[in-house]
């Protein structure tokens, strides 16, 4: 995963408005007004031209891809009275999912999952107004097509409900885009698992790494993401109906479900670690036991022909015609009866276990 440096230099004032240093520069903004009978979707190239939808009837849903322009963030902020907090969160990327009640408007953080070279989570930024939804990313694409497509067809509740349900749509739609990443996961642990079993290297102990990192991350966006939909059920800012908070309780349940998967991948992964020792282990016994079993052949053939070796004037062996044959038979015996030896111990793979 790529590390952002997502946070502002030390010591400057509270609510200083710094963008990342890499960050995307915004090309448009992206705007969708509606009501139940009429959708609006234009792009606009600044702020002013957003103010005319503020007090209009219906729902505005602005969306700012890139965070490299800090003026945008604070036109945005002005025009809708954004809390100063709220966006300098919305510059430091590195947020924990949380939700920030400000009461004329909810502040929101989600991480948003991708994957190019290597899985990267993304912040998203949502405030929710009485008649407004903002979203603010990193750089686009993006996982919410599909909220757009309902409201462009007016499929569903979503063009009747409030701002509220459009929040809703979106946090739902960005925690059910993990379990793409969560079947990814899970193909990847199996195929490391049958790898571990059958012949495990140092490119297994690798990739098992990988994805025990992937799987932490995506885990620092789960884990904080219970609680924050879980204080949107609770909370009792007028801004989130009933309606919308029994909605909510089917995301809660999503984003239940996604830890439980992850824990369960985190524990393979962990028994996958022992399972890769223990393979290396074996591994390392059975070689230390074929060179044990060829040391130890290999003694007494050695005391033999070291025997026979010494310079001694009177040894009667030297002089018989049948001294050179004997001693090999005596070898050759010998490596055989160790070898049978070692075969009904066990030793070499056949005969009764020690």
Same mark, same amino acid.
């Given at each position: 995963?790529?590390?952002?440096?997502?946070?502002?230099?030390?010591?400057?004032?509270?609510?200083?408005?710094?963008?990342?240093?890499?960050?995307?520069?915004?090309?448009?903004?992206?705007? +969708?007004?509606?009501?139940?009978?009429?959708?609006?979707?234009?792009?606009?190239? #600044?702020?002013?031209?957003?103010?005319?939808?503020?007090?209009?009837?219906?729902?505005? $849903?602005?969306?700012?891809?890139? @965070?490299?322009?800090?003026?945008?963030? !604070?036109?945005?902020?002005?025009?809708?009275?954004?809390?100063?907090?709220?966006?300098?969160?919305?510059?430091?990327?590195?947020?924990?999912?949380?939700?920030?009640?400000?009461?004329?408007?909810?502040?929101?953080?989600?991480?948003?999952?991708?994957?190019?070279?290597?899985?990267?989570?993304?912040?998203?930024?949502?405030?929710? =107004?009485?008649?407004?939804?903002?979203? #603010?990313?990193?750089?686009?694409?993006?996982?919410?097509?599909?909220?757009?497509?309902?409201?462009?067809?007016?499929?569903?509740?979503?063009?009747?409900?409030?701002?509220?349900?459009?929040?809703?749509?979106?946090?739902?739609?960005?925690?059910?885009?993990?379990?793409? #990443?969560?079947? !990814?996961?899970?193909?990847?642990?199996?195929?490391?698992?049958?790898?571990?079993?059958?012949?495990?290297?140092?490119?297994?102990?690798?990739?098992?790494?990988?994805?025990?990192?992937? @799987? @932490?991350?995506?885990? !620092?966006?789960?884990?904080? +993401?219970?609680?924050?939909?879980?204080?949107? @059920?609770?909370?009792?800012?007028?801004?989130? =109906?009933?309606?919308?908070?029994?909605?909510?309780?089917?995301?809660?349940?999503?984003?239940?479900?996604?830890?439980?998967?992850?824990?369960?991948?985190?524990?393979?992964?962990?028994?996958?670690?022992?399972?890769?020792?223990?393979?290396?282990?074996?591994?390392?016994?059975?070689?230390?036991?074929?060179?044990?079993?060829?040391?130890?052949?290999?003694?007494?053939?050695?005391?033999?022909?070291?025997?026979?070796?010494?310079?001694?004037? $009177?040894?009667?062996?030297?002089?018989?015609?049948?001294?050179?044959?004997?001693? $090999?038979?005596?070898?050759?015996?010998?490596?055989?009866?160790?070898? +049978?030896? #070692?075969?009904?111990?066990?030793? +070499?793979?056949?005969?009764?276990?020690?």
């Amino acid at each position: 995963m790529r590390r952002k440096k997502g946070y502002k230099p030390p010591g400057l004032p509270p609510s200083t408005l710094v963008g990342p240093s890499d960050a995307y520069i915004p090309k448009s903004i992206h705007l +969708l007004h509606y009501t139940a009978d009429s959708l609006e979707e234009t792009d606009v190239a #600044f702020v002013d031209d957003i103010a005319r939808y503020k007090d209009k009837e219906g729902i505005t $849903w602005v969306n700012v891809d890139g @965070l490299g322009n800090a003026d945008i963030i !604070r036109e945005m902020g002005e025009l809708f009275a954004l809390h100063p907090l709220a966006l300098e969160d919305v510059l430091s990327v590195q947020q924990r999912p949380k939700v920030d009640d400000y009461g004329s408007h909810i502040y929101i953080v989600i991480r948003m999952l991708r994957y190019e070279e290597a899985l990267e989570t993304e912040q998203t930024s949502i405030f929710l =107004g009485p008649n407004f939804v903002l979203t #603010f990313q990193e750089r686009p694409p993006d996982c919410l097509e599909p909220v757009r497509e309902r409201l462009r067809n007016g499929v569903g509740p979503l063009r009747r409900q409030g701002p509220d349900y459009l929040m809703h749509a979106i946090v739902d739609t960005i925690v059910d885009n993990y379990f793409p #990443f969560l079947e !990814r996961l899970g193909e990847a642990v199996e195929e490391l698992e049958n790898e571990v079993i059958a012949r495990p290297t140092r490119r297994t102990l690798a990739r098992v790494h990988d994805v025990r990192h992937d @799987l @932490l991350d995506v885990r !620092r966006c789960t884990w904080p +993401l219970r609680d924050a939909v879980s204080s949107l @059920l609770r909370n009792e800012n007028p801004l989130v =109906g009933r309606t919308t908070q029994l909605y909510l309780r089917d995301c809660y349940d999503h984003v239940v479900l996604v830890i439980d998967v992850l824990e369960t991948y985190r524990e393979l992964i962990g028994q996958l670690m022992e399972v890769y020792v223990s393979s290396v282990s074996n591994r390392l016994n059975e070689v230390i036991k074929v060179l044990t079993v060829v040391a130890t052949i290999f003694i007494p053939l050695t005391f033999v022909v070291g025997l026979y070796g010494m310079n001694f004037r $009177w040894m009667p062996e030297l002089d018989w015609p049948w001294g050179y044959p004997a001693v $090999w038979g005596v070898m050759i015996l010998v490596t055989v009866g160790m070898l +049978l030896f #070692f075969r009904h111990k066990g030793w +070499l793979g056949g005969g009764k276990e020690y």
